[in-house]
């Protein structure tokens, strides 16, 4: 009997390098771990992928760990777990924040961030602050490694630099200094996609990031230039609302997404003071 399942191959890899081994000799392939996306897309049939390689079982991609003044967090760290990590609560508390506001507790349970990296939604509750934290993207391939800037990952609308025969293997932050902080615009207090999604360090130059207002996670540089400068929070405000290139969609409108991006950076302002 076939069913919507039956064209559809999924590889089960032993280890990280029978997984990189075979992206490269036997792919394409498209990763899985906690599928909490791809599922999506097969229950509606908008899935395009028919090649998937799982690599929910390979140890080597978890943990949470502090290696001098660096975070590493592996590509499998779920929600869950990083909520509950000591380290990220003390060091990378707006990461913290932004998990605890991702879908129910059975998707935090099973999304892992390098998941939400990959997928590379603009929408992604955790990107924007892997963007203000100037966080580093650990891809690897069969013979290499090397790390990108994660503001630098992207290349246009859920499309990245990650080659076909690479993984995403951790994401490294540096020691963030100066107070954080984050905050999500959805239809309801939980359980929903982001309307607007801002995270913010305010150090000696601040940083501004922000979801669903373009095709990719946005770093505001102009808008820090202005705070950074000593502008009035209404200048940056406006440069704002020029820098960001949000659309109407079934979630919101462009002007509102413009007003409630313009508010969420007075807010980050003021709570940061």
Same mark, same amino acid.
């Given at each position: 009997?076939?069913?919507?399942?039956?064209? =559809?191959?999924?590889?089960?890899?032993?280890?990280?390098?029978?997984?990189?081994?075979?992206? /490269?000799?036997? !792919?394409?392939?498209?990763?899985?771990?906690?599928?909490?996306? =791809?599922?999506?897309?097969?229950?509606?049939?908008?899935?395009?992928?028919?090649?998937?390689?799982?690599?929910?079982? =390979?140890?080597?991609?978890?943990?949470?760990?502090?290696?001098?003044?660096?975070?590493?967090? !592996? &590509?499998?760290?779920?929600?869950?777990?990083?909520?509950?990590?000591?380290?990220?609560?003390?060091?990378?508390?707006?990461?913290?924040?932004?998990?605890?506001?991702?879908?129910?507790?059975? @998707?935090?349970?099973?999304?892992?961030?390098?998941?939400?990296?990959?997928?590379?939604?603009?929408?992604?509750?955790?990107?924007?602050?892997?963007?203000?934290? $100037?966080?580093?993207?650990?891809?690897?391939?069969?013979?290499?490694?090397?790390?990108?800037?994660?503001?630098?990952?992207?290349? !246009?609308?859920?499309?990245?630099?990650?080659?076909?025969?690479?993984? @995403?293997?951790?994401?490294?932050?540096?020691?963030?200094?100066?107070?954080?902080?984050?905050?999500?615009?959805?239809?309801?207090?939980?359980?929903?996609?982001?309307?607007?999604?801002?995270?913010?360090?305010?150090?000696?130059?601040?940083?501004?990031?922000?979801?669903?207002?373009?095709?990719?996670?946005?770093?505001?540089?102009?808008?820090?230039?202005?705070?950074?400068?000593? &502008?009035?929070?209404?200048?940056?405000?406006?440069?704002?609302?020029?820098?960001?290139?949000?659309?109407? $969609? @079934? /979630?919101?409108?462009?002007?509102?997404?413009?007003?409630?991006?313009?508010? =969420?950076?007075?807010?980050?302002?003021?709570?940061?003071?």
């Amino acid at each position: 009997m076939r069913t919507a399942i039956s064209p =559809l191959a999924l590889l089960q890899p032993r280890s990280l390098r029978d997984a990189l081994r075979m992206l /490269r000799d036997e !792919g394409p392939l498209t990763p899985l771990a906690g599928c909490t996306d =791809l599922y999506v897309g097969l229950n509606a049939g908008a899935l395009a992928d028919r090649r998937f390689l799982n690599i929910w079982g =390979l140890d080597a991609l978890r943990g949470i760990e502090l290696r001098g003044d660096v975070l590493r967090i !592996g &590509a499998l760290a779920t929600y869950s777990e990083i909520v509950r990590s000591a380290d990220v609560r003390r060091l990378l508390p707006m990461l913290a924040a932004a998990s605890r506001e991702i879908g129910a507790v059975q @998707i935090q349970n099973r999304g892992t961030i390098g998941g939400n990296i990959a997928n590379g939604s603009p929408a992604g509750d955790t990107l924007p602050v892997l963007a203000a934290a $100037d966080a580093l993207v650990e891809l690897r391939g069969l013979d290499w490694t090397r790390t990108v800037p994660f503001t630098g990952f992207y290349t !246009g609308y859920r499309a990245s630099i990650r080659r076909p025969d690479e993984l @995403i293997t951790a994401v490294n932050v540096p020691r963030v200094e100066g107070a954080q902080w984050f905050r999500k615009v959805g239809a309801r207090s939980a359980q929903s996609i982001s309307k607007v999604v801002m995270a913010g360090v305010r150090a000696g130059r601040p940083r501004v990031a922000l979801g669903s207002v373009a095709p990719t996670v946005v770093r505001a540089r102009r808008t820090e230039d202005a705070l950074a400068s000593g &502008a009035p929070i209404a200048e940056a405000q406006r440069i704002l609302q020029e820098e960001i290139s949000p659309i109407d $969609d @079934i /979630r919101s409108t462009v002007a509102y997404r413009r007003e409630v991006a313009s508010r =969420l950076l007075a807010q980050f302002w003021a709570a940061t003071r």
